[in-house]
């Protein structure tokens, strides 16, 4: 029997929320983790019968201790990178762009993915996890989406499949192929082909728990997400969508009507949609990190979603055009940028993003029963998580009761 014992913790963020802290503070007390589990939480005298002799005893009098980042929305898996683009858009235009590089935006990342091999994507994806373990991130969302065709989609997925089986973190998987659709199929077309070809293959070697749509102007109306999205669940994925980035044709209200587990971007979402949201149980997710990279016009709206009494995630969006991979720095952002408290943004990228992806039964608080996955961070004060920019403060991190970084 593997035992792990936080002593002493200077400030304890259950998540565990009550009606005096949304992240549930507690200080100086203690965390005893059995085998996979937190087993118990009381001061230290109380806990003397439960540790046995050969237990680990950390010392945490002068640290935070909190949960493992939950990442709910990214797409990590992906050839390459874009930043020959990125750089030229410090000083040039999307147009100027366009005419000095022959591939851009997703079209580029869509050739990178289809030509690259396995042992790339796989030797790529498993570096980025890393760095996100050490950076606090113990479960992590990823979405296909850099494929469209049959092949490439089916390959991101299956090798997500694999760093499941080999990554540290928890991984939940998402097909997105719906991120576009191949121009000379036509989108029609298209959409039966992933209806008839590939989600039925997707079901028979259970390759994506959720299934996503980008429900903007340009890339498909609210009827296509809808069908789409029923679809998918009769093949036994979740609803999530891309919405509101860009504009606001419907999405949020498809969300609201198919149940989505969570809806993502948001920046043009209205309070009356918001409330059919909340209603429904949707979470938004709120991706500070591409306000910030793409200069958006129109960031994401926090009190909207106070107002309607939405659940909130924070996620970091990883992508080939918005190469974030610290939870931290996106709470950085959504604090000082989009006005959010320092405690609404720990909750959100920790219990919000176990919400958004339905598995705040297991993940997301430090509460006894459910399972260890805890970083420990470095200071003495949790507000440094948001003060302290581009600092990594994590010193430790246990994922379900083992000792990883």
Request: glycine share 6%.
């Amino acid at each position: 029997m593997q035992q792990i014992l936080l002593k002493n913790c200077k400030q304890l963020l259950t998540m565990e929320s009550d009606c005096q802290s949304l992240i549930g503070l507690k200080e100086c007390m203690s965390v005893l983790i059995e085998n996979e589990k937190i087993k118990k939480i009381d001061k230290f005298q109380n806990l003397s019968e439960d540790i046995q002799k050969d237990c680990n005893i950390i010392d945490c009098s002068s640290k935070v201790v909190m949960p493992g980042y939950v990442d709910a929305h990214t797409h990590l898996i992906f050839g390459k990178s874009r930043v020959e683009e990125y750089c030229l858009g410090f000083t040039k235009t999307s147009q100027d762009i366009k005419k000095i590089l022959p591939r851009t935006g997703l079209a580029l990342s869509m050739y990178y993915t289809k030509n690259a091999s396995d042992e790339e994507l796989i030797t790529s994806s498993t570096e980025k996890l890393n760095r996100m373990l050490k950076n606090g991130t113990t479960t992590i969302e990823i979405k296909s989406g850099y494929g469209i065709d049959k092949n490439t989609e089916l390959k991101q997925l299956r090798l997500i499949k694999k760093l499941k089986d080999i990554s540290k973190q928890t991984i939940f998987s998402t097909y997105l192929g719906a991120h576009y659709w191949d121009t000379n199929m036509g989108k029609q077309k298209y959409i039966e082909f992933m209806i008839k070809e590939v989600m039925p293959i997707i079901k028979d070697e259970n390759l994506a728990q959720f299934s996503d749509v980008w429900c903007d102007d340009g890339y498909y109306t609210a009827e296509e997400s809808e069908t789409i999205l029923e679809t998918a669940k009769k093949y036994g994925m979740i609803p999530t969508l891309h919405t509101e980035c860009y504009s606001a044709i419907g999405g949020a209200r498809v969300a609201a009507k198919v149940k989505a587990a969570n809806a993502g971007h948001l920046n043009y979402l209205s309070l009356e949609d918001a409330k059919l949201m909340s209603k429904a149980g949707v979470v938004g997710i709120l991706i500070p990190t591409t306000d910030f990279s793409v200069r958006h016009p129109k960031p994401f709206n926090i009190e909207i979603l106070r107002n309607a009494n939405m659940k909130m995630a924070i996620a970091t969006n990883l992508n080939p055009g918005n190469w974030a991979e610290s939870m931290a720095f996106s709470m950085q952002l959504a604090c000082r940028n989009h006005s959010m408290s320092t405690e609404e943004a720990i909750y959100s990228a920790t219990m919000g993003g176990a919400q958004a992806l339905r598995i705040e039964d297991m993940y997301g608080s430090i509460k006894e029963g459910k399972y260890a996955d805890i970083q420990i961070i470095n200071t003495d004060d949790y507000r440094d998580i948001v003060y302290k920019l581009a600092v990594n403060l994590v010193e430790t991190v246990i994922k379900t009761g083992s000792i990883v970084i």
